[in-house]
């Protein structure tokens, strides 16, 4: 439609080879540490190829023998999933009848707005009481005490997505219902909530990303394998005696495949919850 | 079905929310309060009360409005880089050329990026002996010598802004990028009809387009720069010379390392109110815009 | 009769069935070590295995973080019911940790032959206020690493006895182009800046604190940073030292980038491993230098101890768990990244072997040992001065105004 001279293609494309190489640069270069052989790392000029591949890192993390560097790190990978599920579960569960129940009666959204505010306080503001809390009900250390942690982030960004998506699924098919007879919950169980299923399904996975993302209190509540998760386990990794930076890099490689499938596989809806979200939040 | 049932229903299907909300929100915040009015450690001594003694301290003492200008410095120049890559990179993102659906899925790659992991791989980018970022600049001829990014005081502020930015303009430009395909084509065709220049047709075409989402993006993001604390932690720990501790770090270090809950707590407190006023004024710019639209 | 009789067997057996079965319940130990210097993870984790192997009963989980991370995990997990049972600290924390009630106190338990065996220097590790919280463990000092081919290279036929031999030394490897920066602290932000700065503070004669007041600001404290700062703005060190932890150190040592280091122990065996290194078998290593008039030679107390944290429910297996690790057996089969405590193990073969060059090193370095200033408030007091390192070296304090600063800001 846009009539387009050859100059501008030109500055295009160029351009959009210039946001690749910018985007991609620093992801490449992580995956070619984690399998260039250490001494390819540690060469002056470096080498930004490896001389012969070198998987032995990825051996050396998945390999779950018993004390050992791989079972630290696939014990915390298995606690990253676990408390990021739990929590995710448990932001849901509470968000979908808070954000139906905003969507549908306006006048009690001021206390949505209230919940959705906490969101920019930050964690600093909350750590010290929780994390004696949490000591006094023995859930320090614990993935469960982590979870409901976490729901001081997941709970108030997953309701407000959510809240967002059924304001779009129009109120007259349930009012609609509701005249011929249905129930509360038959109209929610059979009508509003499958039409909200894809907005579940996107705030879930966002509460999900949100959680495998999460650092400051994982640090702080954790302290052993029992309940540490990846991000801890990766930063502990970065700053104690390793003097390969190709087994820092695996571990960010590995830790970073889940969320950046979901990313790339989901990414319309992502995109499109956040979008709506934002747009009539 | 009368109103009181409504609202008593609706609140009968928030309580959960405002009950998990109370547990781990509301409470920690009350008791936040508590103590900063306290002496009290982290371990052991549950404190007495002190007055605002904290705060005076706190308030008086050059740490903190040092950590102020820092944390100010890192959010308005991370957001401001972020909210203009992120705009350029869309308008890229809408024009066609080949392989643009590639390059559009490329750009949630780096926001799926675990922030831990971000700045792990960055700190090994700027890794002055064997730092790919140094590797490269010598090798292209545009640095003489090896350069300590993360060592000296007037870089390594930048190299924390660079990688964070890195991490977060990309989401931005797929926010700007759904907004401005929400442009509506006969629009942007009767602007070209029109003689509207390439300026211009920003300006008064795609902008009102873009004003909404990118305002949105900007308060959560510059909220989330204010509260920084993974990458800075992973990358400088505050270093070197404190010239990259921002408040988040500090209050760590007063809270947790020093174990002086109290004074953490007021520290903390200082902060939420900093971010609390931002927002506030956030929430009247988009006021604002929302009536202009 | 019959039957009541038959009822209190019944009885007697189950209770004695409940009692065998408390003995026999595996009791699990959680164990935090670091990840950093002195003895690897592979080292702890097979010493930890030889005790699990002679109790059975119980079980030992071991947890690494970096050093960094060390103190401030063991204080948070303090709170938390199943925290750690035995942790390791540093020599600058139980006066912290026995102030706050963090760690039991085991003087009572140490038996004479420890009190005759083990190193005095060593017991200073875990004391405070007359009491002992722990067994000591590692055993170390920074010590001076040189790079044989490189000082052959140069012309030098002895390593430097004085802080400012190495200066001249350094400066005539980087006139005659051998390398640019000939030497490598670790002087990032962190504790580990403070342990060069302590043995330069030892070097000078200085002191920390007098009668509980900073007493840095001026004298040796002051030179040390002085020399500092020198070294570094001459050039004479490698730049990157203000963002370098000892790993780093150890790289580029080991790479061959380096002809001085300041180094732990730990680095001597790594750095002659031809499999880590390219440097091995040129590795020298003498005690840190001294100051002409004032020192022979010079050094900081970096040692570290095992204790048993006050919330532990197994204090009894936690100690015997602690007396493995430190005892001759262990430590003299793992002498190649950290040096034992007692005395006798210096003329053990299976210790000197190999590494005599080290262990003469250390005979000397170890008696010289200085330590860091003993106090509650430690961690703010090095927060301080961690700061004023850093900036004098960038210049944007003078020496003197920096120290100050610290002396204000250090809570003392």
Same mark, same amino acid.
Request: charged share 15%; aromatic share 6%.
């Given at each position: 439609m846009e009539r387009q001279g050859p100059l501008f293609s030109l500055f295009v494309h160029a351009s959009a080879l210039l946001l690749a190489v910018v985007i991609l640069a620093p992801l490449v270069w992580l995956f070619v540490m984690s399998i260039s052989p250490a001494a390819d790392l540690s060469a002056k000029p470096l080498k930004w190829w490896p001389s012969d591949i070198d998987l032995s890192r990825y051996r050396t993390l998945l390999s779950a023998i018993e004390n050992s560097t791989g079972a630290a790190f696939i014990a915390s990978l298995f606690n990253s999933l676990k408390v990021a599920g739990m929590a995710t579960l448990a932001a849901i569960v509470v968000a979908v009848p808070a954000a139906w129940a905003v969507s549908r009666t306006p006048a009690v959204s001021w206390s949505l707005y209230t919940v959705i505010a906490t969101y920019m306080l930050p964690p600093v503001a909350l750590a010290v009481p929780l994390y004696m809390g949490l000591a006094y009900f023995g859930l320090l250390n614990s993935v469960f005490g982590l979870a409901l942690v976490y729901l001081t982030i997941l709970a108030p960004f997953t309701t407000w997505l959510l809240k967002a998506g059924f304001d779009s699924i129009p109120r007259e098919i349930e009012s609609a219902a509701m005249i011929d007879g249905a129930r509360l919950d038959q109209i929610l169980r059979l009508l509003t909530l499958p039409l909200a299923a894809p907005v579940m399904a996107t705030s879930a996975l966002f509460a999900f990303l949100l959680a495998w993302d999460e650092f400051f209190y994982a640090l702080l509540f954790t302290s052993d394998l029992r309940a540490k998760t990846l991000t801890v386990t990766i930063a502990d990794l970065a700053g104690g005696r390793v003097s390969d930076y190709g087994l820092i890099a695996t571990a960010g490689v590995l830790a970073a495949l889940p969320p950046v499938l979901i990313g790339l596989v989901m990414q319309r809806a992502l995109i499109s919850g956040l979008t709506s979200g934002g747009v009539k939040g | 079905m009368s109103g009181t049932w409504i609202s008593t229903r609706a609140w009968l299907l928030m309580l959960p929310l405002l009950a998990v909300m109370i547990a781990v929100i509301g409470w920690p915040l009350v008791d936040t309060v508590r103590l900063s009015f306290t002496d009290a450690k982290l371990v052991g001594t549950e404190g007495s009360f002190v007055g605002t003694e904290n705060f005076t301290r706190m308030l008086t003492g050059s740490n903190f409005w040092r950590a102020l200008v820092i944390t100010t410095l890192f959010a308005i120049v991370s957001v401001a880089a972020e909210m203009v890559l992120g705009v350029l990179a869309a308008l890229l993102l809408n024009q066609q050329f080949r392989g643009r659906t590639a390059l559009r899925a490329l750009m949630i790659l780096p926001w799926a990026l675990p922030t831990v992991v971000n700045a792990t791989l960055w700190r090994l980018i700027y890794n002055p002996e064997y730092g790919s970022l140094n590797a490269a600049l010598t090798q292209l001829g545009l640095l003489d010598s090896y350069r300590s990014w993360l060592g000296e005081p007037g870089s390594a502020l930048i190299a924390l802004i660079v990688a964070d930015c890195w991490k977060n303009f990309p989401l931005v430009a797929l926010i700007a990028l759904a907004a401005l395909q929400a442009v509506p084509r006969d629009i942007t065709a009767a602007s070209l009809v029109d003689g509207a220049g390439p300026f211009n047709r920003f300006r008064f075409v795609s902008m009102p387009y873009l004003a909404g989402p990118l305002l949105v993006a900007l308060v959560l993001r510059t909220i989330e720069a204010f509260k920084v604390f993974d990458i800075i932690w992973v990358m400088t &720990?505050?270093?070197? *010379?404190?010239?990259? &501790? /921002?408040l988040s770090i500090l209050v760590y270090q007063e809270a947790f390392s020093f174990q002086r809950a109290g004074s953490g707590a007021s520290l903390a407190l200082i902060v939420t109110l900093l971010v609390t006023l931002l927002a506030v004024a956030y929430a009247a710019l988009l006021r604002k815009a929302a009536g202009a639209a | 009769m019959l039957k009541s009789t038959r009822n209190a067997l019944i009885g007697a057996t189950l209770i004695g069935v409940a009692f065998t079965g408390h003995a026999h319940a595996e009791t699990t130990l959680n164990a935090l070590f670091m990840a950093q210097a002195a003895y690897s993870e592979a080292d702890v984790r097979a010493m930890t295995e030889a005790f699990t192997k002679a109790n059975p009963d119980v079980k030992v989980n071991l947890e690494f973080v970096p050093y960094e991370g060390l103190h401030d995990k063991t204080v948070l997990a303090q709170g938390s019911g199943g925290g750690y049972d035995v942790v390791l600290f540093d020599v600058i924390w139980p006066a912290e940790y026995a102030t706050n009630k963090m760690l039991v106190d085991v003087t009572d338990r140490i038996t004479d032959e420890m009190k005759k065996g083990i190193l005095p220097g060593a017991w200073t590790t875990v004391e405070y206020d007359g009491k002992r919280y722990g067994m000591p463990w590692i055993l170390d000092t920074k010590y001076l690493f040189y790079n044989k081919e490189i000082l052959e290279k140069a012309g030098i036929k002895e390593p430097p006895k004085t802080w400012d031999e190495l200066a001249e030394q350094a400066k005539t490897i980087k006139d005659k182009g051998l390398l640019e920066n000939p030497i490598a602290w670790s002087w990032s932000q962190a504790e580990a800046a403070i342990c060069d700065y302590t043995t330069l503070v030892s070097a000078y004669g200085g002191k920390f604190l007098d009668a509980g007041k900073p *007493?840095? /600001? *001026?004298?040796g404290g002051l030179d040390a940073l002085n020399y500092m700062v020198s070294s570094y703005t001459s050039g004479l060190t490698n730049p990157n030292s203000k963002e370098f932890l000892e790993e780093d150190v150890r790289k580029v040592f080991q790479n061959g980038e380096a002809a001085f280091a300041l180094n732990w122990t730990y680095m001597y065996n790594l750095a002659n491993d031809p499999k880590e290194s390219k440097v091995a078998g040129k590795v020298g290593v003498v005690p840190a230098p001294g100051v002409a008039g004032k020192s022979e030679v010079s050094a900081v107390n970096g040692s570290m101890g095992l204790g048993i944290t006050t919330t532990s429910k197994h204090p009894e297996e936690a100690w015997k768990y602690i007396v493995h690790m430190t005892s001759q057996e262990t430590q003299n089969g793992y002498a190649k990244l950290s040096l034992p405590i007692w005395a006798s193990s210096y003329d053990d073969p299976r210790v000197t072997k190999g590494q005599e060059e080290l262990i003469a090193a250390a005979k000397r370095g170890l008696a010289a040992m200085y330590p860091r200033p003993t106090t509650p408030k430690y961690q703010e007091l090095s927060t301080a001065l961690q700061q004023a390192i850093q900036e004098a070296l960038l210049g944007q304090t003078s020496p003197e105004d920096a120290l100050k600063t610290a002396a204000e800001n250090s809570g003392l």
């Open positions: - | &720990r505050g270093g070197p *010379a404190n010239s990259t &501790r /921002t | *007493a840095f /600001t *001026a004298g």
